[in-house]
């Protein structure tokens, strides 16, 4: 197994070991992985918070069986796509862990995998589409986690990947997605998908904005998932006795929380991080052309120019929504 270690800028390294077998476990031969900007710029950084035994990212894979499954009714060569959400016990309690963000990820040529993990994809479905299935997923148990439903609006803070699909969710589950971001192109893009309400802080004066939109009474809900609007926007967006939902992984940035604003509008606050017990879900849904992936996938790279995208992506984390590296 060859695998991409990156611990800082000084210390990229493509580390080459024998990759171990464990019980439960399946055999795959990686061929695509989906990186964005803000996970490459993560794994260069020294951040004293950052996880020193998490050196190889990765949470979005397409793979081949390397051998046949009696148990998962798969063949050798047979196409799938990676779950990255881990379920195990930890002191008797159920927890989910994400690959590429509590443990190593999918960046290297062969992987060893949960067998639950692991998903057989359609002929139908590209694997330029089904690299999102994960995105899908959290977004799925985004929404799940709302009280808000069909014909309330719902406030997304970030027109990042995950802002992006969860906006289409809401459209799909007939709620009213209200799409704020500082990025002209990426609203344009949720423009094009029948996202119509997209506001940028730049133009707009966001909670007159949300007012009029609402006729007055805000959003009954917000999902935050981006870093270059302030967080604390997601909490003046909504109604009092409101729902925010802060969504997506644990590497995310930090942020300062006006609490005063939670106390005074006795607002529920959320966290929302992975998307254990979606991913059927999400397939059918890209099977079915409900979410669609065009315009997300800005980069594409060999296995062996990872180095200097992770360069790239240092000096700008925000610059690609998906990089898709290919291995074989």
């Not at 007939?174 to 996202?195: C, F, N, R, T, Y």
């Not at 959320?270 to 996938?297: F, H, W």
């Not at 998906?322 to 074989?328: A, F, P, R």
């Amino acid at each position: 197994m060859k695998a991409w270690h990156i611990e800082n800028l000084e210390r990229i390294k493509l580390v080459e070991s024998v990759l171990p077998k464990r019980e439960g476990e399946v055999k795959l031969r990686v061929s695509k992985v989906a990186i964005s900007s803000t996970d490459f710029a993560y794994f260069a950084s020294d951040s004293p918070n950052k996880n020193a035994q998490l050196t190889v990212p990765g949470h979005s894979a397409v793979a081949y069986m390397s051998e046949d499954d009696d148990n998962l009714v798969l063949k050798m060569g047979a196409r799938v796509v990676v779950s990255p959400f881990v379920k195990h016990i930890e002191h008797g309690v159920s927890k989910i862990s994400v690959l590429g963000v509590d443990e190593n990820g999918l960046l290297s040529d062969f992987a060893s995998v949960p067998a639950e993990n692991v998903y057989a994809l359609p002929d139908g479905i590209p694997d330029d589409e089904a690299i999102f299935a994960e995105y899908i997923a959290l977004g799925n148990n985004v929404l799940n986690s709302l009280e808000a439903g069909k014909g309330d609006f719902v406030v997304i803070v970030g027109a990042s990947t995950l802002g992006l699909i969860i906006a289409q969710l809401a459209l799909y589950y007939q709620m009213i997605p209200i799409l704020v971001d500082l990025d002209a192109e990426k609203l344009a893009l949720a423009a094009s998908w029948g996202v119509y309400y997209t506001l940028n802080p730049t133009y707009d004066n966001l909670e007159r904005r949300v007012e009029e939109i609402t006729g007055g009474r805000m959003a009954e809900s917000s999902v935050y998932v981006g870093d270059g609007v302030p967080f604390n926007m997601a909490l003046r967006l909504v109604k009092d006795k409101g729902e925010v939902v802060v969504a997506g992984y644990s590497v995310r940035s930090g942020h300062t929380i006006d609490v005063s604003v939670v106390l005074q509008k006795q607002l529920r606050l959320i966290g929302v991080a992975d998307g254990y017990g979606e991913m059927s879900s999400a397939i059918n849904l890209l099977a079915n052309r409900i979410v669609k992936t065009d315009g997300l996938i800005n980069s594409r790279i060999d296995f062996s120019a990872v180095p200097e995208m992770v360069v790239q992506c240092a000096e700008y984390p925000y610059q690609y929504n998906k990089i898709v590296v290919t291995i074989d």
